[in-house]
């Protein structure tokens, strides 16, 4: 079956401008995560949607970055204003489960690239 | 949160068992275990995951001391494409959003 599809695969833009990054979680899976991963570093947790509840914002960097998830399935991170240090991969993730399920397996995209010239 | 330690890197040759350790000695009582992978361009894969019992599944088997304080993680017949970054995470308990706590994890070098 499809996995986590993630949009654009690469994205290179100017220092200021605004980014869309999309995020297409696996069918049915009612929890969606964004996490960052800067170069040579690991993984950053940024928000995390769980079904109708209100999201965990609490890893977002700054008020600059913004997601939201249209009718609980696809997924949009928004960066306003971009700076060099936003630069890094950007993975999402969905699970079948959350709050606490210990088989609660979360499943990645391939990520986006994104270039901040 | 738990924390975990893992060597930054470790060579493997093709075909023999791959043995990755983590160290979790500050684990509660009913934290689980994690491991992820993750191949180079890749989104981080799941591998395995127990509490207190030894597992195995199809790409790996999980050992975990009795006291919980380590584990580690077997690849039996490494191949080339396990080479990866390998990532050993304790489950936050108190955590609902159940976000998983990446570390540096070790970095697999599968030689043929």
């Known amino acids: 079956g499809a996995g986590v599809s993630q949009s654009p695969s690469n994205k290179v833009t100017e220092k200021g401008k605004d980014v869309e990054l999309r995020c297409d979680p696996i069918?049915?899976?009612?929890?969606l995560y964004w996490y960052r991963q800067s170069l040579g570093q690991g993984l950053e947790f940024l928000i995390y949607?769980?079904?109708?509840?209100?999201?965990?914002k609490s890893g977002l960097p700054s008020d600059r970055f913004s997601a939201e998830r249209t009718g609980g399935s696809v997924s949009t991170l928004t960066i306003q204003r971009t700076q060099q240090e936003d630069s890094a991969v950007y993975l999402c993730?969905?699970?079948?489960?959350?709050?606490?399920?210990?088989?609660?397996?979360?499943?990645f995209g391939a990520g986006t690239r994104l270039s901040v010239l | 949160d738990a924390k975990t330690t893992q060597p930054t890197s470790m060579d493997c040759a093709e075909g023999r068992a791959a043995n990755l350790p983590c160290n979790h000695s500050?684990?509660?009582?009913?934290?689980?275990v994690y491991w992820y992978r993750q191949i180079h361009s890749q989104g981080p894969q799941y591998i395995i995951h127990?509490?207190?019992n030894n597992e195995t599944n199809e790409m790996a088997s999980l050992i975990i001391t009795e006291d919980r304080k380590s584990s580690t993680l077997i690849l039996p017949h490494a191949t080339l494409r396990d080479t990866a970054v390998y990532y050993c995470?304790?489950?936050?308990?108190?955590?609902?959003?159940?976000?998983?706590?990446f570390g540096g994890g070790t970095r697999l070098m599968v030689k043929p």
């Open positions: 069918s049915g899976h009612t929890a």
């Open positions: 995470i304790v489950r936050p308990l108190n955590n609902a959003g159940n976000m998983l706590t």
């Open positions: 949607f769980q079904g109708n509840s209100a999201p965990d």
């Open positions: 993730a969905s699970s079948l489960l959350a709050g606490g399920q210990a088989k609660n397996i979360q499943y």
């Open positions: 500050t684990i509660s009582g009913n934290e689980y």
């Open positions: 127990g509490l207190k």
